[in-house]
Nanobody, 115 residues
Framework: VQLQASGGGLVQPGGSLRLSCAAS????????MDWYRQAPGKQRELVAY???????YYVDSVKGRFTISRDSAWNTVYLQMNSLKPGDTAVYYC??????????WGQGTQVTVSS
């Protein structure tokens, strides 16, 4: 599976961005997709995931502000990010999982929250 992440940019605190992760290839094998982020000097952190059954998970720091969603065919997964804070600044990566683990990573998209 090939993943192409996009939608990052520079936004002021309180602003919004929508990240997209476009999947191609053997998308029929995807059972779950997630978004990670990595800030400078920090470990990569799981932000949110969505499963084939549309179950979702969010890390506590983004609950109520971020929403993960997907189209029915797993062609694209979105991360709507509202009320952004400087602490959300990071490179955001999407990942696809199949029955036996990771089957693809996106290349990362930079999100910078700054006034």
């Amino acid at each position: 599976v090939q993943l192409q992440a996009s939608g990052g940019g520079l936004v002021q605190p309180g602003g919004s961005l929508r990240l997209s992760c476009a999947a191609s290839g053997s998308i029929f094998s995807i059972i779950k997709m997630d978004w990670y982020r990595q800030a400078p000097g920090k470990q990569r952190e799981l932000v949110a995931y969505i499963t084939r059954g549309d179950n979702t998970y969010y890390v506590d720091s983004v609950k109520g502000r971020f929403t993960i969603s997907r189209d029915s065919a797993w062609n694209t997964v979105y991360l709507q990010m509202n009320s952004l804070k400087p602490g959300d600044t990071a490179v955001y990566y999407c990942r696809a999982l199949g029955n036996w683990g990771t089957i693809g990573w996106g290349q990362g998209t930079q999100v910078t929250v700054s006034s």
